[in-house]
């Protein structure tokens, strides 16, 4: 198994370099290892997506089915991924929060204690009293 950055996901969800998804497509037909991707890297394409490229919710959620479905690279952790989104999109907070609870959830946390109203809504979160 290896790991991949930012940029090499964000490659292959846009396709918007085709050189350089190329090489990825290369790397990956000469790899017998998995490529996968972390939470860190998940967050930061949420982010790159919405904030610098001004993808709606709707357009990130299509780009993460692709990620577990559609590409040859795969969420580190699939469950907390699927976790993550499915909760953020019930109760209206950003993946990156999804993200946060639910790899808490898995490492064992009763909860996430938070200020955000929106997470709190979420058995993965508690608001701070």
Same mark, same amino acid.
Request: glycine letters at 8%.
């Given at each position: 198994?290896?790991?991949? $950055?930012?940029?090499?996901?964000? #490659?292959?969800?846009?396709?918007? @370099?085709? $050189?350089?998804?190329? #090489?990825?497509?290369?790397?990956?037909?000469?790899?017998? @290892? $998995?490529?996968?991707?972390?939470?860190?890297?998940?967050?930061?394409?949420?982010?790159?997506?919405?904030?610098?490229? +001004?993808?709606?919710?709707?357009?990130?959620?299509? !780009?993460? @089915?692709?990620?577990?479905?559609?590409?040859?690279?795969?969420?580190? @952790?699939?469950?907390?991924?699927?976790? !993550?989104?499915?909760?953020?999109?019930?109760?209206? /907070? +950003?993946?990156?929060?999804?993200?946060?609870?639910? #790899?808490? *959830? !898995?490492?064992?946390?009763?909860?996430?204690?938070? /200020? $955000?109203? #929106? *997470?709190?809504?979420?058995?993965?979160?508690?608001?701070?009293?």
């Amino acid at each position: 198994m290896n790991g991949i $950055d930012t940029n090499l996901l964000l #490659r292959l969800i846009l396709g918007d @370099d085709r $050189d350089q998804v190329m #090489r990825i497509k290369d790397l990956l037909k000469g790899s017998t @290892d $998995d490529l996968v991707a972390n939470d860190l890297v998940i967050a930061e394409t949420v982010w790159t997506l919405q904030k610098a490229m +001004g993808a709606s919710r709707e357009e990130v959620i299509i !780009a993460l @089915d692709t990620l577990t479905t559609g590409i040859d690279v795969r969420p580190l @952790d699939v469950k907390t991924l699927e976790l !993550a989104r499915h909760e953020s999109e019930l109760h209206g /907070f +950003g993946i990156a929060d999804g993200l946060i609870g639910a #790899r808490n *959830a !898995a490492a064992g946390c009763e909860t996430t204690y938070t /200020f $955000d109203k #929106r *997470a709190a809504r979420s058995a993965l979160f508690t608001i701070v009293p």
